[in-house]
Each structure stands twice: as C-alpha cells, then as structure tokens.
C-alpha cells in the first residue's frame, strides 16, 4: 500500500532539548489516521515536520513520495490545520476565501462557497466576531477548498464545546468520503478518534508504541482478569503490554493473534481509549524498571 507519510529515525532538536528524537513511523494511504500521545511526546513536531514547516535535524521524512519543503507543488499536496484553527480576526470570512484561492492553485473556490453557505456563514463577518466552532469550521475549509492529498489537523477541536466538535468531525468524515483524501489528525480526545478514525499511531517519547488498522489493533487486544499468576506463566503468543496485581488478582491486557482458551481467565474486548493508555502505562512501567536497573 503506497504511504503518505515515511518517516525513518526522524529528530527535531532545539538547542539541546529534543522535541522529536528516533521517530519512525509508516503511515498508509487512504486512510483517517489518528495520532495520538501524552504532552511532549512529539506529536505537533512530527506534524509540523510533515507539513514543511519545520525541517529535521536528524534522519528523514517523505510525505506523498516528496520531500516535505521541497517546492511549492510539494506544498500544495497537503493541507495543515493547527491546534488553534489560525484565521485572522480582521478578514472577513469571504476575505479568507479570497485570500485562499491566491495562495493554492489547486483552490476549488466552489466548494468553499458552498461549504460556506451550508454552515451559516456570513461572509461579511470578521473572522474575530465568530465562534470557537466558526472559526475551526472556517479553517477546516480552507484546509480542504486546498484539495489536499493529505490533510494534517492538529488538535483542531480541543478548544471546542462537545456540540462544536462534532460538528466538526462530522464534517471532516463528509469531506473525506466525497474528496478522498488521507488524513492524520492528532488529539488528546479518543472517544473523538474512535467515531472517525481507521487507522491509530499511539506515539510516547517520540516512539511509535503501536501502529494499525483499529479494528485489527481491537480484536488482538484483550483484558485478562482473573487469580493472581505471574506473566512469564503466560502462552508465549500473548504478548503482554500491561499488567497490574492485588493479593488474589492479576489483570493484564494482551495482544495475541490466538483464540484465549484458559478458563482461569475472564476475557473482555478493549475501548480504543482502553488500548491507548495500556501502551502508555507499559511506556511508564519501562521507564521506571529502566531507572532502577541504573540505581542497582
């Protein structure tokens, strides 16, 4: 399957802090993408190196099979939505659409107005005098009206009432299905993803933790809960990503391929939210094993 985005023991380093160190990550086209991580993990740097706006400092990226700063045709394949839904207070909404058609020349200056009219805007209206849910809804058109190959949203809807950001998602799935473009939205609000997105990255400490269609990713993980028994008593194939232990009960949450037969055990499926924090609770339980192996 062609990627849209290969990135290879990608590092962005400011000064002596790095932002993103080690990365490597093979994102499918056609496909919503969800990435998905804790602060600081690498997120807004991995999606801004994506989008050009930014170049590495150590390994390499490509996005569509190009360079990501290689041209202004490079640039014009994808589309780029910030956390704060940039647009700017003085313009006027028609102003923005105006504005955006000089910028890209792939501009489809009739879905835009359309887009426009269907959502209630005025575009007489400053782009200041309107709403949270506006102001993303207008951004999401301008990203799209681009007719982006890839459209990169980063935390589009973490400022958003709960109405708003669905709204918006809803219509984000609309434009995918209609346009047929691939898309990596990044957000700390998983039941958000689990609604609209096919595909996860769960990225901690620059690293990619899991990668994979969800529904292949839900259907291998399972929660094991039952009498107390250490992991290395479990089948070699059930991988363990996390575990937690009372007196009398272990729980451990596995991926395997293999059916799970051992009546010990009471088996239940996970959330996408469920399966996200396993991988970063395994990330935090490496960590500190890692810290008292150096003490010892």
Same mark, same amino acid.
């Given at each position: 399957?062609?990627?849209v985005l ?19 990550? +093979?994102? /499918?086209?056609?496909? #919503? ?5 804790p602060n ?22 490509? #996005? ?19 956390? &704060? ?19 890209? /020349? ?46 990169? %949203? &980063? ?5 958003? &009432? /709960? ?25 700390? %609000? ?36 039952? /009498? ?8 070699? +194939? ?8 009372? +007196?009398?009960?272990? $729980? ?9 037969? &051992?009546?010990?055990? $009471? ?14 609770e395994k990330? #935090? ?12």
């Open positions: 399957m062609t990627a290969e990135a290879q023991g990608l590092g962005k380093r400011y000064g002596k802090h790095w932002a993103l160190r080690e990365c490597t990550v +093979d994102i /499918p086209a056609g496909h #919503v993408v969800g990435l998905v991580g600081g993990a690498g997120k807004t740097t991995l999606l801004k190196l994506a989008s050009g706006q930014l170049e590495p400092t150590a390994g390499g990226i490509a #996005v569509l099979g190009g360079r990501p700063v290689s041209g202004r045709a490079q640039l014009a394949k994808v589309g780029f939505v910030a956390q &704060d839904t940039p647009v700017y207070a003085g313009l006027s909404v028609a102003e923005h659409l105006r504005l955006g058609a000089r910028l890209n /020349p792939r501009w489809d200056a009739a879905m835009a107005r359309e887009r426009v009219a269907r959502l209630g805007l005025v575009p007489t209206q400053r782009a200041g005098k309107l709403s949270g849910g506006q102001r993303a809804q207008l951004a999401l058109t301008l990203g799209l009206a681009k007719r982006p190959e890839l459209l990169i %949203l &980063d935390e589009p809807v973490a400022s958003l &009432d /709960p109405l708003a950001r669905r709204e918006f998602m809803q219509g984000l799935m609309e434009a995918t299905v209609e346009h047929e473009f691939s898309v990596v939205l990044s957000s700390h %609000l998983v039941s958000d993803l689990e609604r609209v997105c096919d595909f996860l990255i769960v990225l901690v400490d620059s690293r990619v933790q899991i990668a994979g269609e969800t529904d292949r990713l839900l259907s291998t993980h399972h929660r094991l809960t039952g /009498p107390r028994r250490d992991p290395d008593r479990l089948p070699a +194939d059930q991988h363990v990503v996390s575990a937690s232990h009372t +007196d009398r009960q272990s $729980t451990y949450v596995v991926r395997t391929d293999a059916p799970i037969h &051992d009546p010990a055990w $009471t088996v239940t499926h996970l959330s996408l939210e469920d399966l996200v924090l396993a991988y970063m990330h #935090v339980a490496d960590t500190r094993r890692a810290a008292l192996e150096v003490r010892r």
